[in-house]
């Protein structure tokens, strides 16, 4: 209730879908899967529809590829609540690989779709501060990480919230001026995206539309900058053509 309780812009990233496109994005390059051709849809859902909504659009949901990632909404589009949502927990959608695992889908009494092809595990809690605690513990005292990247699958790009003006200051996750689109780390760098991490305190060379994807040429950074010459030599790591 107390505004001043929590980091604001950081809260904001949570609901405009930037905070959710990071984490998706960790996943992919965690996992080899890949993030779907338009990014992150946010469609709404509950618990109960999740093997029905998260499968390929060509077996009637919303995935437009198998082995990708997706966040469901609490809310429907007209903002209203979805009823058994599952805004604080987790969940994955796997695909039988044939008739025993359906059956097994079936005697274990799994969340099935309508087909029996696909079957949904969830959890109703994300306990983010104790799941930290229990990572940073496991790689300090085992060596073993919860998770790593094994390459560059998913980035975010810095996506304009409204039009942008010609000398603005962009202000960075969570702020009035971008968000983070999930894409494919191939397509971020075929068009030079400026990622959602360095679109704060630079400044527009010129006028952008609404939802377009910003470009580190339209921006004016600093190429000294410690941060920007970490990702440059990222980018120049997954794609030689690329020129720092």
Not at 189 to 201: E, H, M, S, V
Not at 215 to 224: E, H, K, L, P, R
Request: aromatic share 6%.
């Amino acid at each position: 209730d107390d505004p001043g309780s929590i980091n604001l812009k950081m809260f904001n990233s949570l609901l405009d879908g930037s905070k959710s496109g990071i984490e998706m994005s960790a996943v992919c390059n965690a996992t080899g899967l890949a993030p779907q051709s338009d990014g992150l849809n946010f469609p709404p859902c509950s618990r109960f529809e999740l093997a029905d909504v998260c499968k390929p659009a060509e077996d009637g949901g919303c995935l437009t590829a198998r082995g990708t990632t997706e966040v469901v909404s609490s809310l429907t589009r007209d903002g209203a609540s979805v009823p058994h949502h599952l805004a604080m927990g987790t969940y994955v959608v796997i695909e039988a690989a044939g008739d025993y695992a359906r059956q097994c889908f079936r005697e274990y009494h799994m969340l099935q779709d309508r087909s029996g092809r696909y079957a949904s595990l969830y959890r109703p809690t994300h306990m983010i501060g104790m799941e930290l605690g229990v990572s940073i513990a496991s790689a300090a005292i085992r060596g073993e990480p919860t998770g790593c990247p094994t390459g560059f699958h998913a980035d975010v790009a810095a996506t304009a919230k409204r039009q942008l003006k010609a000398g603005e200051t962009l202000d960075g996750e969570g702020g009035h001026c971008v968000w983070g689109r999930q894409m494919s780390a191939a397509d971020s760098l075929a068009l030079g995206a400026l990622p959602l991490g360095l679109a704060a305190d630079v400044t527009m060379r010129h006028a952008v539309d609404a939802g377009a994807i910003l470009t580190y040429d339209d921006v004016v950074i600093d190429a000294s900058d410690s941060a920007v010459t970490a990702r440059r030599q990222m980018e120049s790591a997954f794609n030689p053509s690329h020129q720092t």
